[in-house]
């Protein structure tokens, strides 16, 4: 018969043991757990800290870069190390991040971190050289370089964020192009493209003479007229009218040069040209930018008005552009406005559709550069331009009659340009024969101080990262 007295002391020595290995299994899992919940922590707050260390250094650099017009144009420390890149690095603070400084402080709680930096310039090239045609030209003039923008965040967390052993660092570096957009008269003798020295003009003839001495050009213009005004009466634009007689040029080594003068007529002016001689260095511009100065290079006109530059109604301008398309060229739709200061360089034709202005009075200047083709203008409708055309072939020779002219040709219809207009040949007969056509020298973009581009890479070229400086991830 089952007597469960019996059977209790019977299981006494088995259900003990069973006791206290159930408490040590249910200790042991405790004491995982704890540990296991205090390492979690552990490595969540090492990632938090560093994710948040990242996270202050790319606004700062951001915040940064997004400044940096607006610091060049104050002056002082940047502006010295843009125009020097080889002076002391600059330093960078919390103060000059005012965004960053928020978000720091809602992250890391106030009080809780530090910040600082240092912007420097590496690896100058100022001696660019490339070849055009058969001529090897030096590519870059004056404080005109190519380099990398280093930027340095050094970025500490906590109480002890002042600690130098507590600081995360981080390294960005960019490339970086800086282009003369115009510059001083003393610096522009024997200058290629680059040089800003054509913006003194407001009109730029370099077969003038050939071109405009016989009366039969003018009498075809019929009852229109050219008429060359001024933005501002004290800041004058120079009219060049160059003499293309192969003999001439070759005995005098001079050029006719016109300084006076506002009103081109549709009859011979008396007398037809009027004016001095000035050195032959000025026949010898070219349109051309080495490509290591080039900002960014497009393969057609499509590529550039897709991409980030524009937004369907304003181009954005930082630098100098290059259109690659030999063919079609570079094609501005009627209505475009574009914002910022550059060059548009077109290997082929450039086409004007209509309207092409400013977005705001400060900005400029815009200048079209066809390499070695021809500006169209008012293709579809007529319109007013807002920039400078040049159209001055780099092949040009003025000893021979055949060889290439760069010319502008505005469709028949009413020239209206605010900026400059710099040709091998002016093409008169292509103006309205019955409006009064004007070219106005917009003296506010194209006088005044140096003025250069300053163009960082979008693309990242180096990152350095080092946490806490214990672990290295380059």
């Known amino acids: 018969m089952f007597s469960a007295k019996k059977f209790l002391f019977s299981t006494k020595g088995f259900v003990l043991p069973m006791v206290f290995f159930l408490i040590f299994i249910m200790g042991t899992f405790g004491a995982w ?10 490595t969540f707050d090492v990632y938090f800290r560093d994710e948040t260390a990242r996270i202050l250094s790319e606004s700062a650099l951001a915040e940064w870069r997004a400044t940096l017009v607006s610091k060049r144009f104050k002056g ?6 843009l125009l020097n890149p080889k002076s002391s690095p600059v330093a960078i603070t919390a103060s000059d991040l005012p965004r960053t400084v928020e978000i720091a402080n809602r992250l890391a709680g106030s009080g809780r971190w530090s910040l600082s930096g240092l912007v420097s310039i590496r690896n100058v090239d100022n001696e660019l050289l490339e070849t055009v045609g058969v001529v090897k030209k030096k590519g870059a003039f004056g404080n005109e370089y190519q380099g990398t923008m280093r930027l340095t965040f050094h970025i500490g967390l906590g109480s002890s964020s002042q600690s130098g052993s507590a600081l995360s660092h981080f390294t960005y570096e960019f490339d970086l192009k800086v282009a003369c957009l115009r510059s001083e008269p003393s610096g522009r003798t024997n200058r290629g493209y680059t040089s800003s020295a054509l913006n003194d003009y407001v009109l730029y003839i370099r077969d003038g003479k050939q071109e405009l001495e016989p009366a039969a050009v003018w009498t075809s213009v019929a009852n ?19 003499g293309a007689k192969a003999d001439e040029i070759e005995k005098t080594g001079k050029f006719i040069f016109m300084e006076t003068g506002e009103h081109l007529d549709s009859i011979p002016p008396t007398p037809r040209l009027i004016g001095r001689t000035g050195p032959a260095e000025f026949s010898q511009f070219l349109p051309f930018s080495t490509s290591l100065l080039r900002s960014f290079n497009f393969l057609n006109s499509k590529e550039l008005f897709d991409g980030p530059f524009c937004d369907g109604k304003v181009l954005k301008l930082n630098g100098i552009y290059f259109i690659k398309d030999s063919e079609n060229g570079l094609v501005i739709p009627n209505g475009l406005k574009y914002e910022g200061k550059g060059v548009l360089i077109s290997f082929g034709n450039i086409r004007i559709e209509g309207n092409f202005s400013k977005n705001s009075p400060e900005d400029g200047p815009c200048i079209l550069f066809t390499w070695k083709g021809n500006i169209f203008a008012n293709t579809v409708i007529p319109g007013k331009i807002e920039a400078s055309l040049v159209a001055l072939r780099y092949d040009f020779n003025p000893m021979s009659s055949t060889s290439p002219r760069g010319t502008v040709n505005f469709s028949q219809r009413k020239a209206n ?15 309205s024969s019955s409006q009064n056509n004007t070219i106005i020298y917009d003296s506010s973009s194209l006088r005044g101080d140096d003025l250069y ?3 960082v890479g979008g ?5 350095g990262v080092v ?3 214990k672990d290295s991830h380059p």
């Open 453 to 455: 581009s300053i163009t």
């Open 467 to 469: 946490l806490n400086e």
């Open 76 to 81: 002082g420390e940047i502006k010295n190390l």
């Open 459 to 463: 693309q990242l070229r180096r990152l």
């Open 417 to 431: 340009v605010l900026g400059n207009l710099l040709v091998d040949r002016l093409n008169l007969e292509s103006m």
């Open 33 to 42: 757990f704890l540990f296991s919940t205090l390492h979690s922590k552990n």
């Open 224 to 242: 229109g007229t050219l008429t060359i005004g001024h933005s501002d009466s004290n800041a004058k634009g120079k009219i060049f009218l160059g």
